[in-house]
Structure formats: C-alpha cells, structure tokens
C-alpha cells in the first residue's frame, strides 16, 4: 500500500513580484491547467487515482489520463502536476484552457467522447512518495532527482524542465507565456513537501488594461444596495460593441459600502448595451448560464460612463475574449473617455512552441 493516501493537501505557493535571485532555488515553468495529484500502485485494485486541488477525485473526468498513467508507470509512486489539454496549430503546441475546462462535464458519453478528441497530459513536477517511502521529509533537489529517474516521457505523460539558473529562468518566464503558460514557480533545493502550506514561490505575468463599468453585483450576505460584490467590465471590439470581459472584485469592506453609494446614480432600467434585442447580436453578457453556473447570475445595470484601470493576467477564447480569472482593481481612470476602452490595448505574447518549453529550450521565440 502507498505510504501517502487520499485526500492529500498539496503544496502551495506565495505570490512574488519578480524572479528572486538568491542561491539555492529550482525553477520550473508555472503551468496553467489543473492542479493533480496522481495516486499510482500497480498493486491495486484501482491502479491509478486522480486529486484534484481541493481533495476531490478527477478520475471520471480523465479516464486517458488513468490509462496513460497505468501504461507507463510501473511503481508505485505519488505525483504531484497538472493537468493540460496540448493543442497544435501551424505554429506548433499550446496549451488549450478552453478545451481543458471542457473536460468537466456530468454526461459520461460527453467525457469519454472529449477523451478521445481532446486527451490530456499529466505534467509532473514533484514526487511525494516512491514505492513504500513517503518522499515529503526529502529535500526538494532529492525529489526532484528520483522523479527524473521515472524517465516520463511520452505522449500524454511528461515531466515538467528545471534550471538551478536565475537568468536561464528570466528567459523562460518572457518567452514561454507565448505557448499559454503563466508564469514560473521556485522552490527552495533544501525545502520539503509540506501539505496545504505556500512554501514556494509564483512569479505571474501581470499586465493592465482599462475597462468600462457597465455593471455591478451586490456582495452576497448584504442587504442589496449597501455593498458592491463585483464590478462587471466591458471592452468595445472594433465594430464599437461592448462585450462583457470579466469582473473586478476583492475590495475591503469600507470601500464595498462606498461603491454602493458612489455608483448609485449609475444605476439604469433604460436601455444597455447588455439587455433589450441589441444583446442577442453575439456579445458577450454577464450572468449566463454555463457549466459553472447553473443558474442566471443576477446583476444590477449601470449606465457605462466610468472607466477603471484593472491588473490581469491571462485572456481567454477567441476574440471577443475575456479574463480568465478576477482582476486586480488598480485605480479610477477619470481621465479616460469609455470609447477608448477597446480590445486593442490588449497585450498578446509572442507564440512559442510548447514543445520547446518541455525541453527547456529559451534559444528561440517563433
């Protein structure tokens, strides 16, 4: 049996605002996926087992995953990765975070049909546990060295590239986010595996962007009208239509009270860009329904006059895109006309093959 068993808290990271230059740290690419530990014991009656972050099991959802895992993986052994779904293109590979999330779905015949046309790969970056030895008290450099050993290398199956080198680092970070990656992540060489706890580093990409304010949501547990939850933020595509593109959230509890008195003139039952027969034209819209949400997210509609300056740090989908995750609120741009606010501004890094970023190869950028 696995010295370690499921659920396992794994190991998390503290945010940095740069690459840090001390001695004695590993850095890897920082993958945007999904956070997995893999339970692997060809002894088993179930051979592999999928975690994800939160304790839950991922194992319905990637059956390919099990399957890869169980053909190339002959120890029992305890992995800690991620998830991505691999794209090509004329380019060469990136990751897909649309075709990942995809991967999530109640219908068995849906998940195994998404299997087939969009497997995914296990990217491992850690080793907790090899045959009958619990690795967590083993230093990171140790770790490291027995997973490399593995010799995962194959098609739906890889370990993710290190360098000990600060500038080797600096370059993967700049160029590396052209196949879809997020950031990088250090690790401390004498640092052990410890559950639930940020003992590593995360260096992110950041950039800003202004947005119109074209909505609001009341923040859960209030009273409607007295504390903003979230902002809702639009950008106008060149056809001047203004598209929902994510929210801004995360203010403390005095500013929330404050925005609900400030933003209360805003507040509209005319016409906006996001109701009447003017939405139906392929915008993207607040509050709908999806495989997150299974019911209608109720917002309130502000008149779009303000502009307000957010940080992100990934779009996704094609254009009209969006923001991946909840943005930053940076500061009120008084100075800014809401027509300016437009998907141009929008940074897109260069592309990069992802093949490369699994070799550790920062010699070229396509």
Request: hydrophobic residues 35%.
């Amino acid at each position: 049996m696995l010295p370690l068993q499921p659920p396992v808290k794994p190991m998390l990271a503290s945010p940095v605002d740069s690459i840090p230059r001390e001695g004695g740290l590993l850095f890897e690419p920082k993958w945007d996926g999904f956070r997995c530990l893999v339970f692997a014991d060809p002894r088993d009656a179930h051979p592999v087992r999928l975690q994800s972050r939160t304790g839950r099991p991922l194992d319905r959802y990637f059956p390919e995953v099990q399957a890869t895992v169980s053909e190339y993986l002959d120890r029992a052994a305890v992995l800690d990765g991620e998830l991505a779904v691999i794209r090509s293109d004329d380019v060469g590979d990136r990751l897909d975070w649309d075709a990942l999330t995809e991967r999530i779905h109640p219908a068995a015949s849906r998940v195994r049909t998404l299997a087939e046309r969009t497997p995914a790969t296990f990217i491992a970056f850690d080793l907790l546990a090899l045959d009958d030895r619990d690795l967590t008290g083993a230093p990171q450099t140790e770790r490291r060295e027995l997973l490399a050993g593995l010799g995962l290398d194959h098609r739906g199956l890889r370990i993710t590239p290190v360098t000990d080198d600060p500038d080797t680092a600096t370059q993967w970070f700049r160029l590396f986010e052209g196949a879809g990656l997020d950031g990088l992540i250090a690790k401390p060489g004498t640092g052990t595996y410890v559950p639930g706890k940020r003992t590593m580093f995360k260096i992110k990409h950041s950039r800003t962007a202004d947005c119109v304010v074209a909505g609001l949501r009341w923040h859960a547990n209030t009273e409607p009208g007295t504390a903003v939850g979230s902002l809702q933020l639009g950008l106008f595509d060149e056809h001047d239509v203004l598209h929902h593109v994510g929210v801004v959230g995360a203010f403390p509890a005095a500013q929330r009270r404050a925005l609900a008195g400030e933003l209360a003139g805003l507040i509209t039952e005319g016409a906006h860009p996001w109701l009447g027969p003017d939405a139906a034209d392929g915008r993207r819209l607040p509050g709908s329904v999806s495989r997150w949400n299974t019911t209608e997210q109720p917002w309130v509609p502000l008149r779009p006059e303000r502009v307000v300056e957010v940080s992100y740090d990934h779009t996704e989908g094609a254009r009209p895109s969006r923001f991946r995750h909840t943005t930053q609120f940076v500061r009120w741009r008084p100075d800014r006309d809401v027509t300016s606010c437009r998907y141009d501004q929008l940074e897109e890094p260069a592309r990069y093959d992802l093949g490369a970023v699994l070799r550790g190869d920062a010699s070229r950028a396509d």
